[in-house]
């Protein structure tokens, strides 16, 4: 990928995209609340005037690209291959760097790494302040596929409730398997001395899978060590109690 397709595919893309922008004044009536020193409130309205900036991207579609371009049968023949869903690793590594992976769960995981704390969310599942942030996390990436809406993936704060979901359907497979990408990984620390305490068999944490490659599995997990990073462990490591199986 040099400068000269850089740019050819920043050609494309302005071709294909625009934006346009308007503003709109309007006047509106505004309260505004004020103490008259004697503690009581004093309500005062006033008229302003509000500029409203209103921007719209439009897009053409595939096929008017391809009238666009004067594609050929066989060009569109090829375009059509091109854009079907089994192909959808292969944009992953295009569009975002990511390879092995078909699910966009795992491309939005991906995006948060270097996250500290995990503020957007545990505040985004409803917490005013911050707890074990591990579930909110896979929920808030699941929530911006749109999969909780939708019933693909459970919105859980609980690690053991997360499990039960995906058994309760019939989701799950135990720790010894080998996992695709996309799937939700539940860990049981095997912790003694720590807050987890010993293996009971309830999930501890949760995370992502990103990838598996030589009888390895990389995930992305929020809440190790307060951040969102990516891990790995062998298949079949003994505190991976199992997985939640997506029906993606």
């Known amino acids: 990928m040099d400068d000269s397709k850089k740019q050819l595919l920043k050609d494309i893309f302005w071709e294909m995209n625009s934006i346009s922008s308007r503003t709109e004044s309007k006047s509106e009536t505004v309260i505004t609340e004020t103490d008259d020193g ?3 409130i004093v309500q005062t309205e006033t ?8 921007i719209t991207v439009s897009h053409k579609t595939v096929d008017e690209m ?101 058994k309760d359907r019939g989701q799950w497979m135990d720790g010894s398997a080998e996992p695709v990408p996309g799937m939700i990984i539940f860990f049981d620390w095997d912790s003694p001395d720590g807050s987890s305490g010993p293996q009971d068999g309830l999930s501890d944490h949760t995370g992502i899978v990103q990838k598996v490659e030589n009888g390895i599995v990389y995930t992305v997990e929020g809440n190790s060590g307060d951040s969102v990073r990516v891990n ?14 997506p029906q993606y």
Do not use: M
């Not at 795992?106 to 503020?119: F, K, R, Y």
């Open 66 to 166: 391809a009238a666009q371009y004067g594609f050929n049968q066989e060009q569109k023949d090829y375009l059509i291959e091109l854009l079907q869903d089994k192909n959808n690793s292969l944009w992953s590594s295009v569009l975002y760097g990511i390879t092995a992976s078909d699910d966009q769960i795992v491309t939005v995981a991906l995006s948060q790494i270097g996250n500290v704390g995990g503020e957007p969310y545990w505040s985004w599942y409803g917490f005013g302040s911050r707890v074990e942030w591990c579930a909110c996390f896979v929920s808030w990436c699941a929530n911006e596929c749109g999969y909780i809406d939708t019933g693909v993936i459970p919105k859980y704060a609980g690690c053991v409730n997360g499990v039960q979901w995906f």
């Open 232 to 245: 790995q462990y062998p298949v079949g490591h003994y505190e991976v109690l199992g997985y939640g199986v």
């Open 47 to 54: 008229t302003v005037t509000r500029t409203y900036l209103y």
């Open 38 to 40: 004697n503690g009581n």
